[in-house]
């Protein structure tokens, strides 16, 4: 190398970054292996800047022109969103190969998705191509909620089942069960501006009024505060007749009152309500009450069933897993004594988890099989969009269905105007369900 042009490299090695340097004078390694330290050190743009003075009378305007391109393609960089995903942590495929696991098409569903079977097979009338109008009609309507943070309460995807079940089915009568600071009651009035509610939370919404946001709807009645009625002991007759419904197949109930899934359908079928909503339809092993899923969840259902055994694939995928998703079991949250997997750990639970009860397999086998046997219709809503555009982080996707807007199609996210929303409203996903009932 011509003496010149080494002098001009040991200088510019000199003028590394000084963090460089603190970094190397801290560090007996560094001292001794410099030239690894200072070369990893030195900036690209330095280094491109040194091969072009090397070129002679051309080399400035090389160099100029180098520095023009650089500042284009960080503008590119900078303005497309694709790219901030593609090297997101969120994004499921990076996140499957740091889990050793296959790529973006095995992650939904790819620990199973258990589900209800209905008596004759029958399904929900709507299509994904109305999902997705729903959800630009949607959006702005959510973005002017009254309760912004509704943290312990309804986020986007479940205001957005909730809506479009309320206005698919265009009922006669809206009851719902934990109404919180009124959230829900608020989706209700915007699927129908026009039709009663009946609200039963042993909390008024109007209580929270004094402390911040809060929802009272004009044309509901409340069964709340010092008239509160649990659903199992509403006199549902005389409430029917007050509001003047001769058909029950005209009313649609929501419950988000974390009681016991199995209790409140066998409540709602003993009246002959036909149209429910749960809101948290909890996975086996997780929530504080037995919910649907958890029922469904068996070994004759595809997708469905546990081993607890620790050196399977399911056990071996969950532990990796759950170090991602906030809401992801590992194998010994999933099973109890007595290998018990079923609802959570062999435990049926009940209220918030404030009471529960051990059950058998054959007991819990006999709840899938009655619940089957009065069911029309089970249909869990999915997930509005991928994580790698949501960027929620909390519910595991190996355990549902393919969400409304796939992985990779940000420009759909961004025309349905979901882009717009915070993060955190995406965070509350727990397989929403809409069930029709009938007497076997
Ligand atoms: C998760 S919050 C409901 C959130 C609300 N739906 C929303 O999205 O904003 C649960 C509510 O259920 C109420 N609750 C508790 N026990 C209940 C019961 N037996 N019947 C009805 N609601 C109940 C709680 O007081 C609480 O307001």
Wanted: with cysteine; glycine share 8%; hydrophobic share 35%.
């Amino acid at each position: 190398m011509p003496k010149k042009m080494l002098e001009r490299v040991l200088s510019l090695r000199r003028a590394a970054p000084p963090h460089g340097d603190e970094a190397a004078e801290n560090n007996d390694d560094g001292a001794t292996d410099d030239s690894k330290t200072k070369k990893q050190q030195l900036p690209l743009t330095t280094r491109a800047f040194n091969y072009f003075t090397r070129m002679g009378p051309i080399g400035p305007c090389l160099a100029f022109l180098f520095l023009v391109f650089l500042a284009l393609l960080s503008l590119l960089l900078f303005h497309s969103h694709s790219f901030v995903c593609v090297s997101s942590y969120y994004d499921p495929v990076y996140r499957s190969r740091l889990l050793g696991l296959d790529g973006l098409e095995s992650d939904f569903g790819s620990l199973g998705v258990p589900w209800c079977r209905s008596k004759h097979g029958k399904t929900v009338e709507w299509t994904s191509k109305d999902l997705l109008n729903g959800l630009e009609e949607f959006v702005p309507i959510y973005e002017a909620r009254p309760i912004k943070n509704n943290m312990y309460g309804m986020g986007f995807d479940h205001s957005f089942g909730l809506w479009f079940t309320a206005r698919w089915l265009k009922p006669d009568l809206m009851i719902e069960s934990g109404a919180f600071k009124g959230h829900s009651t608020w989706v209700l009035r915007q699927a129908m501006p026009d039709i009663p509610i009946v609200s039963l939370s042993p909390r008024h919404p109007e209580k929270y009024l004094k402390k911040g946001p809060a929802y009272v709807d004009g044309n509901c009645t409340y069964f709340a505060g010092k008239d509160f009625v649990d659903f199992g002991n509403v006199d549902w007759g005389s409430v029917m007749k007050k509001h003047g419904i001769t058909d029950l197949s005209r009313v649609l109930i929501f419950f988000d009152d974390h009681q016991n899934e199995l209790k409140r359908i066998k409540q709602a079928l003993k009246v002959g309500f036909q149209h429910l909503v749960f809101e948290d339809n909890y996975d086996t092993g997780t929530g504080d009450h037995y919910s649907l899923r958890q029922i469904c969840d068996q070994f004759y259902i595809r997708g469905g069933g546990h081993s607890c055994f620790r050196d399977s694939d399911e056990a071996r995928i969950r532990s990796k897993r759950k170090k991602f998703w906030e809401k992801g079991t590992d194998i010994d949250e999933l099973c109890g004594p007595g290998e018990a997997w079923w609802g959570v750990r062999g435990y049926m639970r009940d209220n918030f988890n404030h009471s529960n009860q051990l059950i058998s397999h054959a007991e819990h086998f006999q709840n899938s099989r009655f619940l089957e046997s009065i069911l029309d219709v089970y249909w869990e809503l999915p997930p509005v969009a991928g994580p790698s555009l949501t960027h929620q982080t909390r519910y595991d996707p190996a355990r549902s269905t393919s969400p409304i807007v796939e992985d990779g199609r940000y420009g759909l996210f961004q025309r349905l105007g979901l882009a717009r929303l915070e993060t955190s409203t995406f965070n509350g996903y727990t397989q929403m369900v809409y069930v029709q009932i009938s007497k076997q």
